[in-house]
Every structure is written in C-alpha cells, then in structure tokens.
C-alpha cells in the first residue's frame, strides 16, 4: 500500500505559529523533506520531533524527487516542509507534490502560516480579489516586462522580494505602475518585524536609509 505524502505548513517566524495537528503529522511520519534540514532542525528540536530528515532543494530536485516517490510507494509516511510557511509556494516542494500526485499517492494538507497571506490580511488594501507574482525576475529587463503586463490589473497585488533586490524591484515599480499605495511586511511574526505602510517613493526613501534585512513581501 502506498504512503502519504503531508504538505506540512511551519512557521514563518515565530515558533509558536504552528498547529497542533502539524507537530503531531511530523512526529508520526517516517521521514521529513526539508528545505533546509539545519532551519528545520530548530523546529524539530523545539518540539521534541525525532523523525530522520532529507534535504530537498532546487539543487538536488531530480535526484530527491525519486527517492522520496520511491520511499512513499512502499508505504512510507513523509512529511514536505519548506525554510518557513506552506510548501510549494515559490520553493522546489511543487514538484514533488506534483510527481505524487502522477504516482497515485495522496497528498495531504496540513494547513499553517503563509507570508503572503499574513502580510495580505495587515495591508489595509482589499482582498476580495489579488493576485500572487512570487519573487519578482531577478534580471532587471525580464523583471520590467513582468511589470508591464500588471499596469492594467485591478486586484491588489502581492510579490514576495529579498532584500538585496528590494530597492531595483522599487524603482521598477515606481517607473512602470506608478506611486502607489503599498505595505512591505518584513521579518514577519519574527523579533524585529516591520510593516511599512505609505508610497512607493516613501518606500525607496524609507529602505534607502537603512540595511534591509530579512525576507520581504509587498503588497501593493
């Protein structure tokens, strides 16, 4: 009998953002696909789980996909996590749910925390109707033309960014959507979490003044 495979959401900060459900789903499975097996270790760690891990990244994708597919075919419990928030949401964890699915093994969700949600749900902007980009091209003229094709939509916008391409991503904006309203959540549920609420052009001013740290989502 085939395994399972859990999409198991974890914090994307705070340690304390994760569900009982989730703590027990790692500590009845077999085995945990993590991002970073030394991020994830913390969590483990901090919650008594003693359940053997396997790094799965973009660097080893073909090769990991295969051994966990093989591993859940013969009927083993594994549990997908990823550096912080829900698997498969901008990280390599989409293709092995995917490989799952084509291999007949139920995929099961263990739902949790979501940076684009969090920030979406402390923006003030509406969100009946948006729309999430990721991470924005990292080349800058690839990344333009991603921009263009936005000026005319009329749902709030979310975009995860890092904080070494947050300013280029900004100027980018600026010149192609124009001065908009946005909130930038940093470092959120963590220590030194900001929300930065104001306009594009406040936001360059802002960020421009200090070193950016951390993960970033935009919401605009």
């Keep these: 009998m085939a395994g399972k495979l859990f999409v198991v959401a974890t914090p994307?900060?705070?340690?304390?953002?994760?569900?009982?459900?989730?703590?027990e789903t790692l500590k009845a499975?077999?085995?945990?696909?993590?991002?970073?097996?030394?991020?994830?270790?913390?969590?483990?760690?901090?919650?008594?789980?003693?359940?053997?891990?396997?790094s799965y990244h973009k660097f080893n994708l073909a090769q990991k996909t295969r051994s966990i597919i093989s591993?859940?075919?013969?009927g083993k419990a594994v549990s997908l996590v990823s550096d912080a928030g829900t698997p498969g949401i901008s990280d390599?964890?989409?293709?092995?749910?995917?490989?799952?699915?084509?291999?007949?093994?139920?995929?099961?969700?263990?739902p949790?925390?979501?940076?684009?949600?969090?920030?979406?749900?402390?923006?003030?902007?509406?969100?009946?109707?948006?729309?999430f980009e990721g991470f924005l091209p990292h080349e800058g003229k690839r990344r333009r033309r991603v921009l263009r094709k936005l000026v005319e939509e009329d749902r709030t916008l979310v975009f995860y960014e890092s904080p070494h391409r947050l300013l280029r991503s900004l100027d980018d904006m600026l010149s192609i959507l124009?001065?908009?309203?946005?909130?930038?959540?940093?470092?959120?549920?963590?220590?030194?979490?900001?929300?930065?609420?104001?306009?594009?052009?406040?936001?360059?001013?802002?960020?421009?003044?200090?070193?950016?740290?951390?993960?970033?989502?935009?919401?605009l």
């Design 12 to 23: 994307i900060g705070n340690l304390k953002d994760i569900t009982f459900r989730a703590i």
């Design 29 to 54: 499975s077999d085995l945990i696909a993590a991002e970073d097996t030394r991020q994830t270790k913390i969590l483990l760690d901090n919650y008594g789980v003693n359940v053997p891990c396997t």
């Design 71 to 74: 591993q859940l075919t013969q």
């Design 92 to 110: 390599p964890g989409e293709e092995l749910i995917k490989q799952a699915i084509e291999s007949g093994i139920e995929v099961v969700p263990i």
């Design 112 to 131: 949790g925390a979501s940076a684009a949600l969090t920030a979406l749900s402390v923006s003030g902007f509406s969100t009946k109707r948006f729309v």
């Design 178 to 219: 124009g001065d908009r309203k946005l909130c930038i959540a940093r470092e959120l549920t963590k220590k030194f979490e900001e929300i930065f609420r104001g306009t594009v052009k406040e936001a360059i001013f802002h960020f421009s003044s200090k070193e950016v740290l951390g993960e970033l989502t935009i919401v």
